[in-house]
């Protein structure tokens, strides 16, 4: 199956590839290029930055070392495979086929999520270059299946919460089932090794984000 949503390419190809494009970013996280020294900042700021680096980091470490039972860290590699795309693709598919007209909308209003959250989260890695945990610190462990290399935002939640949101706003019974899977998710990702708590914040924020813009653009009631 080809992937909509997320890139499959091999991981070994990114490996030696030189990482640019920061050297004047206005900000800093753990795994991202640090801001040119060259423009004056409060001390205070970079302080709060350094603190805030840390805090990340630890609480990084804490996820990923939370999952000691091998049952317990098999229950996050699978939701996390399961928003590799299999999971979405499968629930349009039953919409579109079965649930009629508005089954057929909802699936559509997905699809455009899906892709405008594609086109978002690509160009923002590929802009921001921020590694993933994993490759950056030797204390943690990477244990899943990484689809690219860089690891801001996180496309995985970007998708689990806009694709989560359009489809309970329509079929809000189906949120007892779908707002748990999302949730476990995006918490996959950090125990996984792959992402930051950061990472997975703002893959949220956008998916939520572009949820309601598909909403408002193509509204339900315009396939009754």
Request: glycine fraction near 8%; aromatic fraction near 6%; charged fraction near 10%.
């Given at each position: 199956m080809i992937a909509i949503?997320?890139?499959?390419?091999?991981?070994?190809?990114?490996?030696?590839?030189?990482?640019?494009?920061?050297?004047?970013?206005?900000f800093s996280m753990p795994g991202m290029a640090r801001p040119s020294t060259s423009h004056r900042v409060s001390p205070r700021v970079l302080l709060a930055m350094a603190w805030l680096d840390q805090a990340e980091l630890a609480a990084c470490r804490a996820f990923n070392r939370s999952v000691r039972r091998a049952g317990l860290l098999r229950t996050f590699q699978i939701a996390s495979?399961?928003?590799?795309?299999?999971?979405?693709?499968?629930?349009?598919?039953?919409?579109?086929v079965f649930c009629g007209a508005p089954g057929r909308h909802i699936a559509a209003q997905c699809a455009i999520a899906g892709v405008t959250g594609l086109m978002l989260y690509r160009a923002l890695k590929n802009m921001l270059v921020r590694e993933r945990p994993y490759m950056t610190h030797a204390a943690i462990v990477c244990r899943g299946r990484p689809l690219d290399r860089f690891s801001f935002p996180s496309g995985h939640t970007l998708h689990a919460v806009s694709f989560t949101l359009i489809i309970c706003s329509s079929?809000?019974?189906?949120?007892?089932?779908?707002?748990?899977?999302?949730?476990?998710?995006?918490?996959?990702?950090?125990?996984?090794?792959?992402?930051?708590?950061?990472?997975?914040?703002?893959?949220?924020?956008?998916?939520?984000?572009?949820?309601?813009?598909?909403?408002?653009?193509?509204?339900?009631?315009?396939?009754?």
């Open positions: 949503f997320c890139t499959r390419q091999p991981l070994k190809q990114f490996l030696h590839r030189t990482v640019i494009g920061l050297q004047h970013s206005p495979r399961l928003g590799d795309g299999v999971l979405w693709y499968a629930l349009m598919g039953i919409l579109a079929m809000p019974l189906l949120a007892v089932v779908l707002v748990p899977v999302a949730l476990l998710i995006a918490a996959s990702r950090v125990v996984l090794g792959l992402h930051y708590p950061t990472d997975v914040l703002a893959g949220a924020l956008l998916g939520a984000g572009i949820a309601q813009a598909t909403m408002n653009l193509v509204p339900f009631a315009a396939a009754l």
